[in-house]
């Protein structure tokens, strides 16, 4: 797997007294579904951090906390945050890892706060996980052993948002810092803690900063007819477009799809949705029954179709 991934510098990777440990870890990133650039990406980070962790044993169990310790950047830290969950799940699956909870002081606090969104506030219970994540990270990271809340500042707070602030982007930090809000109003209004610590800054971000996350619909129809349609490729191509464009499925939906996934009867798709594990049942519209038996004619014609399925659409 690693001559595999890296043709040029594989020999960096065997060489290392980690190779096994790196070989397993690509292994585990490719059967789950991990593109190749994120496995490069991830074992290059896993290697270099490897290497430079003390007392880690190839092939031994690693504890989280020291692994926390070891995967950090001042450069990069989202990047190496990322590989370190990839690598503990790694290691998760083979029974190597060791889960260090720290003494938590503020267990009965953060139960007490979450039992109050959950019933008063009315969160879902994902939300609700949402804000204690970031309160066990804030509280870890701001109170000491030997500190209650009530010896708690605005300097904390800031040192914190000043340290998150290079770990995450600038929307991930504005709900940081909402779930910091909520957290502490609710503290101040139990006496808890100085009042006023909850007035916090956020970060502005600003409307189109960021690339759009879809096509204007005036350029979508340009783009699915802009494919070359002389080819049996060209009208695959085609009809992978138009149905993403025109039902909204992701690209790994369609990559799924199969000649049984056509009822012509009932003029449905059916479709295995990858991301849900549900199934979506699409009425056809004429122009796309059309379509789909124009490409299979085309495979027909050029000896591709068989008469039992597409087999995959991303394929040549």
């Excluded at 593109?35 to 430079?52: G, I």
């Excluded at 990047?79 to 969950?85: A, I, S, V």
Aim: aromatic share 10%; net charge positive; charged share 25%.
């Amino acid at each position: 797997m690693l001559q595999e991934l890296f043709p040029k510098v594989h020999r960096r990777y065997e060489g290392s007294r980690f190779a096994a440990d790196l070989e397993g870890f690509a292994d585990w990133l490719r059967r789950n579904g991990y593109s190749r650039n994120s496995t490069c990406d991830h074992l290059f980070r896993a290697k270099q951090t490897l290497e430079q962790m003390d007392g880690a044993e190839p092939g031994g169990q690693f504890a989280t906390e020291h692994l926390y310790a070891a995967f950090t950047s001042s450069h990069f830290p989202a990047l190496y945050r990322g590989t370190q969950r990839a690598f503990e799940r790694f290691l998760s699956s083979r029974g190597r890892l060791i889960r260090v909870e720290p003494n938590d002081s503020f267990a009965a606090l953060r139960g007490h706060y979450l039992q109050h969104l959950r019933e008063l506030r009315g969160f879902a219970v994902s939300t609700a996980a949402q804000h204690d994540s970031t309160l066990k990270d804030f509280l870890g990271r701001a109170m000491l052993p030997d500190r209650t809340l009530r010896t708690l500042g605005a300097t904390d707070v800031e040192n914190y948002i000043r340290l998150k602030s290079r770990e995450v982007t600038r929307q991930t930090l504005q709900h940081v810092i909402a779930h910091l809000r909520a957290f502490l109003r609710y503290c101040e209004d139990r006496g808890d803690i100085t009042p006023g610590l909850h007035c916090i800054d956020t970060p502005r971000t600003y409307r189109s900063e960021l690339p759009p996350r879809a096509l204007d619909w005036k350029l979508v129809p340009k783009l699915v007819n802009s494919v070359d349609r002389h080819s049996r490729t060209g009208w695959r191509d085609h009809a992978v477009l138009h149905l993403m464009a025109y039902y909204g499925l992701r690209a790994s939906d369609v990559a799924a799809l199969t000649l049984s996934s056509i009822n012509w009867e009932s003029r449905t798709l059916h479709v295995q949705q990858r991301k849900t594990r549900s199934v979506l049942v699409l009425p056809l519209a004429d122009r796309t029954i059309n379509l789909l038996r124009r490409y299979l004619v085309g495979d027909n014609h050029f000896g591709r179709y068989s008469g039992e399925g597409f087999g995959r659409w991303g394929e040549s």
